[in-house]
Structures are given as structure tokens and as C-alpha cells.
């Protein structure tokens, strides 16, 4: 670039303020303007790879956590139902063999393959090696087929979560023996049973079927997730139809005045309450005042569905908002009333938002837990809940649980519990997606 | 389960009145709905309407109601050793009672008479409290389909019935929000007061140490337990400075690029990406943290000779930082991309760099938005719970050093409450004063936050 | 369509021989230059010479491309993903479309002034040192007051604003801030100055004075103005340039195109037939 001729730029008294053409002055500085770009460019894709990579290290490490909890080591004892263990008295009624002592014959299974272990304390190791639910295993299948007993028939039952663990190889053989949870001697065991094989991995079905336990080999969402399910049912059937009702009155009816600016007022601070407080009002309103049944999906529905409601309101009058004018001028101009204007015409047209918003708003409360432990749905519950009514555990508290126990077979149960509500939310994020793309209109 | 029986009879009750009032409104028009004021569907919701209204909200009173109803009669019916019992020892009786009227096991070992006594009374009640129910539904039920059939005909404005009840019916869901707050408050507040009759609120806010283990005879009364909440509300400040670390700079900057300068392939990959950060339970947030993060600080801190805690502000911190960067970008993301473009015009015309005009022009005018949402990733960050309760500590400490444990307000609210206690020691009572002090300041930074972003919106519009 | 074809061409090759006058000297020469906004063509080979120190209208009806053509002159049209132009526009004797050209460089020395006032939510002082500030123009703080005290002067705003420099620029008048967004640009001693429209979003009295203001700073000044209003062309410019439908019909001195146009079509411009 020639240099221009320079315009005179004279100052209040006369003299030229500067003696260098502008042009030559601005180009000097723009090497440093644009080094000052180029970082500032630089800082924005740093931002933005550092939160993508995070979230790819959190799945990462989730999922490789988790792939070994869908394995479970189990053994093919040969179990001799003895008749003298189970059913000495000869009655072979049900309730006596319910009674039965199912221990021994285990035992005598395991004791069989090692005929040289004699010493008391290493016979007690040695049954440590097999799961406590083997003997549950073998009373069902007498119960269900009292002809078993007297015979000898093989079972395959699963080996207690440290020898699991040490087939996973999470086991460190090299650490001195206080440190770790399995003794030198059982490893040798393990070995020798390898070598029989008898040992087999095989797909962990009592992770998806089974309830919570102490054992981890023997624990499984299945509770939790059918307690999820009714406290998801009670939320939806709750918040569904009072925060959509709540959002034709306030977007279609309400006059504008100081009560319905409060309301809405209310509506977005709601939104923005932290979620234990919300278990605080269940515990002391549901549960104390109303004496509702802790631990029960009702209550945890009940209050779920409040932290709920001012999602699905606003996305509501949102999506009532986007209907134009002009849909419900034609309406009413045909003589329809304001309310059949509302359930014929503009009501179906907003339905596709409406219900992307409670889906997302279903997820959002699906992966609460907080709330929850306040009103009491943290209790260790074992059986399968059937109904709304009965004391349930939802799939985040059972992943809290987990987390909390020293069993190192929890971890991988753990992780894998919390790819199985990741796959839900997933699931339930895209499907909200899909009904958008598909269903949404442009006016 | 009854419950869903009574249910059940209501919902076929009401169907049968919907179409009986269908019916009945064609024949009083003479078979041709024309001489009807409004549709016949109407007529049928005008008897479903009163078939199905009182008796709901019989149902709904009687389940709320119930169980305070029966334990006031119970205790009424005990003996007067028994019903003057202290309240812990009261309770436990309940429950014995309650369990033994339904056929479980209790916790007595022998089982006096009068105990034997009252489980019969209580399932003697349980079972005539559903009988009567059963019965009173029925009767509303059929009462209002008798009286609304009787109402109908062809001038009957059935229309506008159905919609001032349907009006009516809007109107209260809408209030159930601030019957929310309302019941927020109420509850906090209440509860509080009760707390603060034991502990006074001074020693609460200022006072300096935590440690809540009140004695659990009833001769030992509550000077052994402290309840000074600054430990508590300094482990929150630092923990959210920490995050507000993390989630600041990395969100501004991510929203500032994918707002000017990200080409839209790039940013229709991102943001739902960041999205994906917000919509991950905060309790696999709380494992990561406790099972990753933090084990790598301290072993990290090992390596360097630093003693870092396995329950360190620094991990909690750093990922519940992680977990608000979205709420950081997004909002700002809005903000910088409601600055209207004349003012880009503006400041390019004037030959300044993208970086310049960002810097200089368009970020101290999209400022207010900014801080707006600055304001609400704290309050999130101060109402998280499952991230501190699993990778934080338990014990209080007041301590500006993030490598250390430290204890947060919402930790100590689920610590306290978690587990069996009754309900009026001065333990589950600081719950709520605690509560109470979370909900205010998350309240007071949350209408600051939506006023700016409000105000600043309007601005622009 | 060859006869239409055939007179344009008559009048683009007149147009070409009035625009490469040579009487005073050329500050922007502009040789065939098409701009396309994605697949559509807004302007058809326009060579138009913008002589230096002096004021040139650009007139039309809505569309005809003459802001298209404004913002192409300061390169403005590189904010726009999909414009693509073509062709030559020479600043003293430079392409400025060339790669070696810095279009940071370009538009410190090709200044604009926009259809509404757009004045930064920043002081009157901070709006008017904005551009000597980024640009590195000065270090002192009294050589800063000196441009900006200057550049106020210039836009006939000094009076008015010198005893609230530190007030918010966006708490002035319309017109006010339009000659703000003049000293603005003013500020950074541009050797060129574009306004698209100026006045459009102006009261009359405003309007007086900006006009007012144009024919003092043509003194340092080239300037280019769009304008819809052919009475405020005729009363500020020199040279006007006629645009129709994206092709540059006539180019004459302003006293001669309004009084006797060359072409039909700039004659029903300017008598109102249409527009």
C-alpha cells in the first residue's frame, strides 16, 4: 500500500497532532493484534476440548469399569441332597424342607474335591469360596422337585465375589496376604478347581433379574429399577396433568395482573431450588404430616413430581406460546368457546413441545437422588416392590448404595448399574429429540 | 391397595355416568341434539363432572388424613400408663401395634395384653376406616350421577358448566406452585423455629464449630452437641469457588467461540455435547468423583510430597465444576448471541479484530447477561448435594486449603436425616435450619440472577 | 431483452467514459465488479471512479444495489459467509480484494457510518477513542483527548457532549448519535469515509445538520453516501451515480444528472415515475 496523503488533523491550537500517516501506524501494531486473535481463538477450542474431553473420560472410565460386572464366575459342584440333611423326620413336607439345612450338602460338595484339606479354619476358608448363594440355589430346586432328594446332581452356583474377583485378575497375588481379601491357600484352591474345569464364566443375569443383597454376587438392579418404574409412573401421572392444566390457564386464561406475575414469579424460582429441598418439604409434610408410608414410590413420586411441575409448565406455555394468534382467531371466529378453542385446536398443535418438555423433565427426575434419601427410599430393600405402594429403592439411590460398600465386586456392579440409567436417560434424551424433528412445525 | 380398588369403582362409575348422561340428553331433546344447548358429550361430562369431583376429593382427604386420624384414635384407646408415654418410647409402641395388627413381627419379645388389645382395635379400624370409605364414595358417586341426571334438559347450559368447572379446575392447578413455596416455607421456617428453641440462632450462624453427636438419653440434654454452621458454610464457599474455577473460564470461553466463531457443523456437534454434561445424573458425577478424581489427586499429591485428602475440596470441587459448565455456556452462549449485530457492524467498520470487538464491544455489553448466569452456576453449585456427600467429607473443618476434607451445608443435611432418628432431636431439627439457610441464599442469588437476565433482555428487545 | 441488452451497454460504456473522469484525481477506481449473495447476482459489472475530496451520491430505488456496493468498498461484504465479489476496486492504485491487502489496515483507512445509529454501550469519550485505542494510535492519554476532542469538533458534536464525555453514548438523541458514530469514525483519521443512508433514521432538523457536517469534512475527507432521497444527493454530493436493478446506469455530475439525465430510466427515477 502507497502511503495516502494524509489529511490534516490539527489540534485545538493549530499544530498537527501526528507526523506519520495513519496507515503506516496502524500497520505496526498488526502483527500484535492478530498474534492477540489467534490466542484468543486458541483459549476458545482449548474450552471447548476440555469439556468434551472430560465428558469422554467420564464415560470412558464408567464403561471400563463396568464391562466386568456383566460376567460372574461360577462352579459345577456335584451336590449330593443327602436324606439325612434335608429330610431326616422322612415327612417331606414342604414346610420342613424349607427348614432344612441346605448348608451341609454343599459342603460336603466342595470338601469332596479337596480331601486334603482337614484343619478346621481352612474347611471354613474353603466354603468361603463359594457364594452363600448356592444353598439358596439348591433349596429352590428342592422345593420345587422333592424327588432330588437322595440323589446326586451337578449345580451350577456362583463362587463368592472375592474368587470373582480374583478371576477378573482386580486381585493383586503380589500383595502380602493382610492386604488382601483373599488368602494365599484359597488362590492355590482356585487354581487346582481351574485346572479340574469345573470353573466357568458365564453371562451375570442376576445383575438384570435379582434385588439389592449384601453379597455382590448375588445383587441386582432389578429392584431398583422396578421401584424406579412406579416412583416414574406416580411422577408422571401427578405432574403431567396439573402442569399442563397450570399452563393453558396461565398462557391462555389469566388476566395480567399481580397474582399471575407471582405465580409465574414462583414458577422460575422453583425451577431453580435445589433439589434436596424439595425432600425436606416431603419429609416434613408427607411423611410427618400426613403420615404417608416412607420408603414408598408413592411419596417419592409425590415429590418428584413437584420439582417437576415447573419444567413442564414452562416448557408448556412455551410451546403454546409458538401456536400463532392466527389458529385461534379462525377457532373462535367459527363459534367456538375460548376453552374448545384450547382442547381442539391449539392443544393438539403444541402437544409435540408439550411432550418433549415432560420427557426431558421425566429424565431430569429419573436421575434424582438427593430428594429421595430425605424420604427415606434409601432403606436396604430386598425384594421386588408390586405396586406404588410398597417400600422401594429407585436405580440412582441403589448406585449411592453401591458406591458406599468396601466389596471391590461393587465397583463393576456399581458402574454397570450406572451404564444401565445412562442407557435409559439416553434413550429417553433422544426419543424427546426425535418427537421435536419430527412433529415440530415452523409458523 | 384398597386405595386402588375405591379408585378403580370411581373411574367405572364415572364412565357409566358420562354415558347415562349422553344418553339421557338425547332422549329429553327428542332424539336430535339440535334443540340441545350444547353437545351431548357435554351432558355426559356434566354427570361425570359430579359423579366424579366430590367423591375425589373425599378420597384424596381421607388418604391424606387417614393415618393421623387412626394413630389420635389409637392412642386414645391405650390405657393411660401407655398413652402417656414419652414421645420416642410412644412411637415405638405405634409401631409395634401397627405391625402386630398386620401379622409381622415386633420388637417386644413378650407381648403384653393391652398390646395384643390395641392390634385388634387397630385392624378392627383399618378395616371399618375402608369400609366407610368404600361406602361414602359410592354413595357421592351415585348421589351426584341421581342428582346431575335429574338436572338435564334441553336449556341446560351443560357447556358452560363443564367449562367454569374446567376453569376452576386450571386455576387450581396453577396455585399449586406457590402452594409449593408456600409449603417450602412453612415446613423450613416451622421446623427451624423448633430447632432454634434448642439452639440459639446466633451460636447457629456464627458459630464456629460443628459436630452435631447430641447424647441419646433423654437425662443428657443438648450441651454436648455444637452447631455452629460457618465450618459448614465455608467447606460450600470453597468448594463452589473451586467449581466456579473450572466452570467459569471454560464455559465463557466455549460459549464465546461457538458463538463467533465456530462454523455451525461445529457448533451443532458442540453444544448438544454440553448439553449431554448437564443431563448426567449428578449421582454418577458424585462416583467418578470418589472413584477416580480424587484417589488420582491424592496419588498425585504423593508423588509431589504434598498430603492431599482422598476426600479433597480440589476433587469435589473440580468435578461439580465439570458438571456446571454447561449452565455457564449456555446462558452465555444466549447473551452474547442476543448483542445485535449493528454493534459487530459497528466496531468492524472501525477496522478491529473479531477479538477486539468481543473483548472491547461485545462482552461489557452482553455483561449483565453474563453475570446473570455466573449467578445461577453458583447457586447450582451451592445446592448440589450428591457430588459433595459422595467425594467430600464428613467431618467440618474450616479450612481455605482445598487439598484438605471439608464439609458442605447439603452433606450435613442428608448425614442428619439419613438413617433413624426421631423426629425432634435437635440432630434432624438442624436439618432443616439448614435447610432453611440453603433455600434462602440459593432464593436471594436466583431472583438477583433472573432479574439481570430479565432486565437485560428487555433492553435488547 | 437485446435491445435492452444493447442501449445498457450504450449507457454503461457512456457511464465508463463519465466515471473515468480525470478532471480531479481518483481516490477508488472500481472496474467490473460483480457481487453474488450465493447463486444470486446483486451487481452486474459496475465501474464506477470515486474521485478524492469530493462527496458521490448513490441513488436507486430499494434493491438496486447500491449498499451492496458501499459495503464492498471497506470489504464489509466479508462478513457475510455467502457474498462472493468480484472484480477490481483499486484504493489508490491497490486492489483491495488482493491477499496481500489487510482488511484490518483496509478499514482504518475506509471508514463507515451506518443506517441506524449504532454507538458502543460505552462512554461518549470510550465510543470515539475506540477506534484510535485498538489501532495503537496514540500512548498518551492528553495526544487521546487531544483526537477525540477533535474528531467531536469535526462532527459538530464538541459543544454539545464536552461537559459529559463520561455519560453513557447510548443516552443521546437519534441525531446526536449519529454524528457521534461520525466523530467515531472520524477518530481514526480515515482517508475515505462510506455512509449508507445516514439520515434515514433522522428528524429533519438532524438531518440539516448532518448534511451540514458532510460538506464540511469533504474538506479532508472523500466520501461516499447512499442515499435514498434524491433531494439530500443533490443537495450534499458532487458526482452522483444512478443504480438500477443491480447495474450502474449513469454516472454524471450531480447538477447535470438532475437536470438533464442521459437515460430514460435514471430520467423515471428521478421524476418520480417510479422508485
Not at chain 1, 505496526?28 to 473420560?57: D, K, N, P, S, T
Not at chain 1, 482337614?118 to 422337585?145: Q, Y
Not at chain 1, 425384594?383 to 458406591?403: N, R
Request: hydrophobic content about 50%; some cysteine.
Amino acid at each position: 500500500m502507497t502511503d495516502a496523503a494524509t489529511p490534516s488533523m490539527n489540534g485545538p491550537d493549530g499544530r498537527r497532532l501526528r507526523t506519520e500517516s495513519s496507515g503506516e501506524l496502524v500497520k505496526r501494531g498488526l502483527r500484535r493484534r492478530y498474534a492477540a486473535e489467534r490466542r484468543f481463538q486458541a483459549y476458545g477450542i482449548a474450552a471447548i476440548l476440555f469439556a468434551v474431553c472430560m465428558l469422554g473420560l467420564l464415560f470412558t472410565t464408567i464403561i471400563s469399569k463396568a464391562y466386568p460386572a456383566f460376567t460372574q464366575t461360577m462352579i459345577e459342584l456335584e451336590v449330593t441332597v443327602s436324606p439325612q440333611d434335608i429330610d431326616p423326620n422322612r415327612t417331606a413336607t414342604r414346610d420342613e424342607l424349607s427348614r432344612a439345612d441346605y448348608r451341609a450338602p454343599v459342603r460336603e460338595a466342595i470338601f469332596e474335591l479337596f480331601p486334603d484339606v482337614t484343619e478346621r479354619r481352612a474347611k471354613r476358608d474353603l466354603f468361603d469360596m463359594i457364594s452363600p448363594g448356592a444353598v439358596f440355589i439348591v433349596r429352590e430346586a428342592v422345593l420345587n422337585d422333592p424327588s432330588l432328594i437322595g440323589q446326586r446332581r451337578t449345580f451350577v452356583v456362583p463362587m463368592s465375589d472375592d474368587i470373582d474377583q480374583l478371576n477378573k485378575g482386580q486381585i493383586d497375588p503380589k500383595l502380602p496376604q493382610s492386604e488382601r481379601r483373599v488368602k494365599d491357600l484359597q488362590i492355590e484352591w482356585f487354581k487346582r478347581l481351574q485346572g479340574r474345569g469345573i470353573v466357568k464364566t458365564q453371562f451375570n443375569t442376576t445383575l438384570f433379574s435379582a434385588g439389592d443383597s449384601r453379597e455382590p454376587e448375588l445383587a441386582g438392579i432389578w429392584g431398583a429399577a422396578v421401584g424406579s418404574f412406579f416412583t416414574m409412573l406416580v411422577t408422571l401421572v401427578i405432574s403431567f396433568p396439573i402442569g399442563v392444566l397450570a399452563a393453558v390457564y396461565l398462557e391462555e386464561f389469566a388476566p395480567v395482573n399481580r397474582l399471575t406475575q407471582a405465580i409465574e414469579v414462583n414458577i422460575n424460582n422453583l425451577a431453580a431450588v435445589p433439589s434436596i429441598v424439595f425432600g425436606l418439604l416431603g419429609l416434613a409434610v408427607f411423611i410427618n404430616f400426613f403420615g404417608m408410608p416412607r420408603s414408598a414410590p408413592v411419596v417419592g413420586g409425590l415429590v418428584l413430581a413437584l420439582m417437576t411441575l415447573p419444567t413442564i409448565i414452562i416448557a408448556a406455555r412455551s410451546a403454546l406460546k409458538s401456536v400463532p394468534p392466527s389458529i385461534r382467531e379462525a377457532a373462535a371466529g367459527l363459534g367456538a368457546s375460548p376453552l374448545q378453542v384450547i382442547v381442539h385446536h391449539v392443544l393438539p398443535l403444541a402437544m409435540p413441545g408439550i411432550l418433549t418438555g415432560t420427557i426431558i423433565g421425566m429424565a431430569q427426575a429419573l436421575g434424582e437422588t438427593a430428594p429421595l434419601l430425605m424420604i427415606g427410599m434409601v432403606a436396604f430393600i430386598v425384594d421386588i416392590p408390586g405396586g406404588p405402594l410398597d417400600p422401594a429403592t429407585v436405580l440412582p439411590v441403589q448406585i449411592y448404595l453401591w458406591a458406599d460398600s468396601p466389596e471391590r465386586a461393587f465397583v463393576e456392579r456399581t458402574s454397570a448399574a450406572i451404564m444401565v440409567l445412562l442407557s435409559f436417560l439416553v434413550i429417553m434424551n433422544v426419543g424427546a429429540v426425535l418427537l421435536r424433528k419430527r412433529f415440530e412445525r415452523k409458523w | 391397595m384398597s386405595y386402588s380398588l375405591v379408585l378403580g369403582v370411581l373411574a367405572f362409575l364415572t364412565v357409566i355416568g358420562y354415558m347415562l348422561g349422553r344418553s339421557r340428553s338425547l332422549t329429553v331433546a327428542g332424539g336430535r341434539s339440535n334443540n340441545l344447548h350444547s353437545l351431548p358429550s357435554y351432558y355426559g361430562m356434566y354427570i361425570g363432572m359430579y359423579c366424579l369431583i366430590p367423591a375425589f376429593v373425599l378420597l384424596l382427604a381421607w388418604a391424606a388424613l387417614e393415618t393421623s386420624v387412626m394413630d389420635a384414635m389409637l392412642i386414645a384407646s391405650l390405657p393411660a400408663d401407655k398413652a402417656g408415654l414419652p414421645q420416642a418410647e410412644l412411637s415405638l409402641l405405634m409401631n409395634d401395634v401397627k405391625n402386630l395388627s398386620r401379622g409381622d413381627s415386633t420388637s417386644r419379645a413378650v407381648i403384653e395384653a393391652d398390646i395384643k388389645e390395641a392390634a385388634a382395635y387397630y385392624a378392627h379400624l383399618t378395616q371399618s376406616s375402608k369400609m366407610l370409605l368404600a361406602a361414602l364414595v359410592a354413595v357421592l358417586a351415585t348421589g351426584g350421577i341421581v342428582i346431575a341426571r335429574a338436572r338435564i334438559n334441553p336449556s341446560l347450559r351443560a357447556r358452560n358448566s363443564v367449562e367454569r368447572t374446567a376453569m376452576i379446575l386450571m386455576i387450581i392447578c396453577s396455585t399449586i406452585a406457590i402452594l409449593t413455596t408456600l409449603g417450602i416455607i412453612l415446613s423450613l421456617v416451622f421446623e427451624s423455629l423448633r430447632f432454634f428453641q434448642m439452639v440459639h440462632p446466633l451460636d447457629f450462624l456464627f458459630g464456629l464449630e460443628w459436630s452435631p453427636q447430641t447424647a441419646l438419653r433423654k437425662d443428657q440434654v443438648g450441651a454436648t452437641g455444637l452447631f455452629g454452621a460457618i465450618p459448614l458454610l465455608a467447606g460450600t464457599m470453597l468448594i463452589s469457588f473451586i467449581a466456579m474455577c473450572v466452570a467459569a473460564p471454560v464455559g465463557l470461553m466455549a460459549a464465546i467461540y461457538m458463538a463467533e466463531y465456530a462454523p455451525p457443523k461445529v457448533r451443532n456437534f458442540v453444544k448438544p455435547l454440553l448439553e449431554i454434561l448437564a443431563g448426567i445424573p449428578t449421582v454418577v458425577y458424585g462416583f467418578f468423583a470418589a472413584l477416580t478424581v480424587a484417589p488420582y489427586f491424592r496419588d498425585w499429591g504423593l508423588d509431589l510430597g504434598l498430603t492431599i485428602s482422598s476426600e479433597s475440596a480440589l476433587a469435589a470441587g473440580i468435578v461439580m465444576g465439570i458438571m456446571i459448565i454447561p449452565f455457564v455456556s449456555s446462558l452465555s452462549d444466549d447473551v452474547i448471541t442476543a448483542v445485535p449485530q449493528s454493534l459487530r457492524e459497528g466496531s468492524f467498520g472501525l477496522g478491529a479484530t473479531k477479538s477486539e470487538t468481543i473483548k472491547q464491544v461485545i462482552l461489557p455489553a452482553a455483561l449483565p447477561g453474563i453475570v446473570g448466569s455466573l449467578l445461577l452456576a453458583v447457586s447450582r453449585a451451592i445446592g448440589e448435594t450428591m457430588i459433595v456427600v459422595m467425594a467430600a467429607g464428613l467431618a467440618a473443618n474450616l479450612t481455605a486449603n482445598p487439598f484438605e476434607a471439608v464439609t458442605t451445608v447439603t452433606v450435613q443435611i442428608v448425614t442428619l436425616l439419613v438413617g433413624d432418628q426421631e423426629f425432634d432431636s435437635a440432630k434432624t431439627l438442624a436439618a432443616f435450619a439448614l435447610g432453611l439457610v440453603l433455600f434462602c441464599v440459593t432464593l436471594v442469588l436466583n431472583i438477583i440472577a433472573l432479574t439481570i437476565v430479565n432486565k437485560y433482555r428487555e433492553e435488547y428487545d | 431483452m437485446t435491445q435492452t441488452h444493447a442501449s445498457l451497454d450504450t449507457v454503461r460504456s457512456q457511464a465508463v467514459s463519465h466515471a473515468r473522469s480525470t478532471s480531479t484525481s481518483v481516490k477508488i477506481a472500481s472496474t467490473g465488479v460483480n457481487v453474488f449473495y450465493g447463486a444470486k447476482q446483486a451487481l452486474f459489472g459496475v465501474d464506477l471512479d470515486i474521485n478524492a475530496n469530493e462527496v458521490t451520491a448513490l441513488i436507486g430505488p430499494s434493491g438496486c444495489g447500491k449498499s451492496t456496493f458501499l459495503r464492498s468498498l471497506n470489504r464489509m461484504n466479508d462478513t457475510i459467509d455467502i457474498c462472493r465479489v468480484e472484480g477490481e476496486i483499486l484504493l489508490d492504485g491497490t486492489n483491495i480484494y488482493d491477499k496481500s491487502v489487510d482488511v484490518v489496515h483496509l478499514r482504518a483507512r475506509v471508514g463507515m457510518v451506518f443506517q441506524k445509529p449504532n454507538p458502543f454501550p460505552k462512554s461518549i469519550f470510550d465510543n470515539v477513542a475506540y477506534g484510535p485505542r485498538i489501532h495503537g494510535m496514540t500512548n498518551s492519554r492528553s495526544e487521546l483527548e487531544g483526537i477525540v476532542q477533535t474528531a467531536l469538533e469535526k462532527a459538530g458534536l464538541w459543544n454539545e457532549v464536552k461537559d459529559r464525555l463520561d455519560q453513557p453514548g447510548t443516552g443521546l438523541s437519534g441525531g446526536q448519535q449519529q454524528r457521534l458514530c461520525i466523530a467515531r469514525a472520524v477518530a481514526v483519521s480515515p482517508e475515505v469515509i462510506l455512509m449508507d443512508e445516514p439520515c434515514s433514521a433522522l428528524d429533519p432538523i438532524a438531518t440539516a445538520k448532518v448534511e451540514e457536517l458532510i460538506d464540511e469534512l469533504r474538506e479532508n475527507f472523500t466520501i461516499v453516501i447512499v442515499t435514498h432521497s434524491m433531494q439530500q444527493a443533490a443537495r450534499v454530493s458532487q458526482r452522483t451515480a444512478f443504480f438500477h436493478l443491480g447495474y450502474l446506469v449513469e454516472v454524471d455530475d450531480t447538477e447535470q444528472m438532475f437536470t438533464n439525465p442521459k437515460d430514460e430510466r435514471t430520467q423515471g427515477y428521478i421524476t418520480g415515475r417510479f422508485g
